[in-house]
């Protein structure tokens, strides 16, 4: 018989693939919420991390921007490693949950500014040492909650990257920061060989996903893409934030 946790987790990847097929990001978030209602958080955390960096990896090449996004985030990326590095453990500590509500708070937020047409902007002059900050800061979000779109993503779409560039340029920056987030993981021993035939099941279904998502988001004009973007953050940070009380109140 098929083992019943390995349905729910091919279901989850398969969501979670859609969803970043679709908007680019989400599969750690999606993943992890839904995986951590029937299992402890260190086990969700181990069957994610892999499928993460592979899909982030695959979506780092799909698209021609590539050389550009290497030469405007690497400021970005060389500062989430060491965000991740400083923070290193937080992530299974005992207020993981605390940083899971603000993560939440702050996507809703950062979404409602964007749907309200409100755009930040950094000058090119900037962008490096801004983007410096904004990689540390994420690292250390990063460290605590296992996502890294805060505030990543919004430096992002104000140096100007949208729609296909923007996607890939997460792809490229996911890739970085899960890797920094494994590093994490393995030191505390919370990446073991149990985990294998989970994380197998949960690549194959996040590529399945992924698939038919990217299929729709390449359908889709830019000014939806964006609405449903931006959608998709307040649905994401509600039930981040919804799910973490949840549990503390509980």
Sequence with gaps: MIDPLLILIAAVF????????????????VSMGLLAVNMAPSRAIAIVIVPAIVTNIWQTFVGPHLRDILRRLWPLMIGTVIGCWLNAGALTGPHARYGTVVLGVLLVIYALIGLSKFKFYIAPRNEKWVGGVVGVVTGVISASTG???IPSMP????????KDELVQALGVFFTTATLAL?????????????NAVPGTVAMAMAFAGMYVGQ???????AEAFRRWFLVA??????????????????
């Design 147 to 149: 996502v890294q779109v």
């Design 14 to 29: 398969l969501v979670a693939g859609f969803v970043k097929g679709v908007v680019g990001l989400g599969l750690p978030t």
């Design 182 to 194: 494994a590093f994490n993981l393995t030191a505390g021993g919370l990446l073991t060989p149990a």
């Design 155 to 162: 430096f992002m779409q104000a140096i100007g990257m949208e």
């Design 215 to 221: 299929s729709v988001r390449q359908r889709m004009p």
């Design 233 to 250: 953050m307040i649905l994401l940070g509600v039930y981040l934030a919804g799910s973490a009380l949840l549990k503390e109140f509980a």
